[in-house]
């Protein structure tokens, strides 16, 4: 069966994937309903790695199916982003203008992925630098890449795309600040409370200069779009109440995917849309005076944790999202994204957008980036539409003949998510790999089931909980 889409560049999509952290916090104080789910437990020391997958392939820290560490995922960014390069090349040009963007996010992702590697091997707060320019070089191909493959539909780019994409937010939600911070627990600290202030009030400034800024960009406009993201994502800031750690977390889980969004669409306007860009880059400026509020403390936080000798207890789907390419090819891939300069790029050529930037009235209808990346007809990202694609799971076996469908490596005949009637959602509902009717945590809390008090991990107490999902 085809894989689930995580999408990608930031805004909406993105957001609701990555507050599975964000529900760590239900225990400090108990939250809404919708809060979101905790991200997986990190488990105790690192096993040796793996021996490679096979001869001439890359020497993976990771078998399928072995939980990920920081150090296999950071490799799996490496493997993903060589992958994008070598599509990359095939179907679109890098000496062209309007590709600045893609080209430009490619090169920021693989030098920062490059920095998290030396910051996790040293154990240093580089791997704090480099996470923040790899989300916000994701960020900015996410949105190149949502213009761009308009006129690149068979190409299997987006399968590179979405690779990198999970392997950052599975990274970012198990070993991320926000994280980090939870873990160091305590109340917020008078240095927070600044940085907290501060941001509350550039975002209250931020919002009503963007509000005046959309009434430039034309109702149906791309860049009418981009700021319409980020207003709501402004907006969502705005009904966080500050109270306690959780909340701290929260606020500063929404200020980073504000960030992240604000530099990758401004990469994008500048390029596509000088004009705009003229009025758009005071607001811009005005804001990366303030985008590192949160940044400055944030490395104390690790310094009870030795996150580098974790893993990841659940990580459901994740590898059938990754890509593998030749051992040769990493270093050879790498220095090509990171000798790129945008400079040297100025061939113009025509973009074959193929989103809808409005509806016919002028309305906008949700953010760009679920319109534009979110390819309901291609599931995988690999270019070939699902009702013509034979190899779901992208690994070479039809399948037909395959025994091992979604790629996740557990045969069909024993796998909860296949087989004859098989639903993945009501059999293993956490995605724990744990059939419902054999799993004892089902909140993946790390407390049993008969000894938790809240058994669905809703943040609302067990003899409270009216919505019948308690078991």
């Keep these: 069966m085809p894989m689930q889409k995580t999408f990608l ?218 700021v319409t993201d980020l207003l709501r994502l402004l907006a969502e800031l705005a009904k966080i109440s500050v109270d306690n750690s959780s909340h701290y977390c929260q606020y500063m889980h929404y200020w980073e995917r504000f960030s992240v969004t604000f530099y990758s669409y401004n990469e994008c306007i500048e390029v596509w849309y000088p004009v705009f860009y003229s009025n758009w880059k005071t607001v811009y400026t005005d804001y990366s005076v303030v985008s590192t509020v949160f940044s400055s403390g944030a490395w104390s936080w690790y310094e009870s944790w030795d996150y580098t000798s974790e893993s990841v207890e659940s990580y459901g789907d994740y590898y059938e999202s990754t890509v593998e390419v030749e051992t040769s090819e990493l270093t050879e891939e790498e220095t090509f994204v990171e000798s790129y300069e945008e400079s040297s790029a100025t061939e113009d050529s025509e973009l074959e957008a193929e989103y809808e930037v409005g509806s016919a009235d002028g309305e906008v209808d949700g953010s760009f980036s679920d319109e534009a990346m979110d390819d309901s007809d291609d599931a995988d990202a690999d270019g070939v539409e699902d009702e013509a694609d034979t190899d779901d799971d992208n690994d070479g076996t039809a399948d037909a003949a395959d025994t091992d469908d979604d790629g996740d490596g557990v045969s069909d005949a024993e796998d909860v998510d296949m087989g004859p009637g098989a639903d993945q959602d009501s059999e293993d509902s956490d995605d724990d790999g744990v059939s419902d009717a054999d799993d004892t945590d089902d909140d993946n809390d790390g407390t049993m089931d008969t000894n938790d008090g809240d058994d669905d991990g809703d943040g609302v107490d067990d003899s409270a909980d009216d919505a019948g999902d308690d078991g």
Excluded: C
């Design 9 to 226: 560049a930031y805004p909406l999509i993105a957001i609701a994937s990555s507050l599975m952290g964000l529900s760590l916090m239900a225990k400090e104080s108990a939250p809404a309903k919708s809060a979101p789910k905790a991200p997986a437990k990190a488990s105790a020391a690192l096993k040796a790695a793996p021996k490679p997958i096979s001869k001439g392939k890359t020497a993976r820290y990771n078998k399928k199916g072995a939980k990920p560490t920081p150090a296999s995922l950071v490799h799996d960014m490496q493997e993903a982003i060589a992958y994008i390069a070598i599509e990359g090349k095939k179907d679109l040009n890098p000496k062209s203008k309007q590709e600045r963007p893609f080209w430009g996010g490619l090169k920021l992702a693989s030098e920062s992925v490059d920095l998290m590697e030396s910051g996790i091997k040293a154990k240093d707060s580089s791997m704090l630098k480099g996470l923040d320019g790899l989300g916000r070089g994701i960020g900015q191909i996410g949105a190149a890449w949502g213009v761009l493959r308009g006129g690149a539909k068979t190409s299997k780019i987006g399968r590179g795309v979405l690779a990198l994409h999970a392997a950052y937010e599975t990274y970012l939600t198990n070993f991320g600040p926000v994280v980090a911070r939870y873990k160091k627990a305590g109340p917020v600290s008078k240095g927070e409370k600044v940085s907290l202030l501060k941001a509350q009030g550039e975002a209250k400034k931020l919002r009503a200069s963007l509000t005046k800024l959309q009434a430039k960009a034309g109702k149906s406009s791309l860049e009418a779009r981009m």
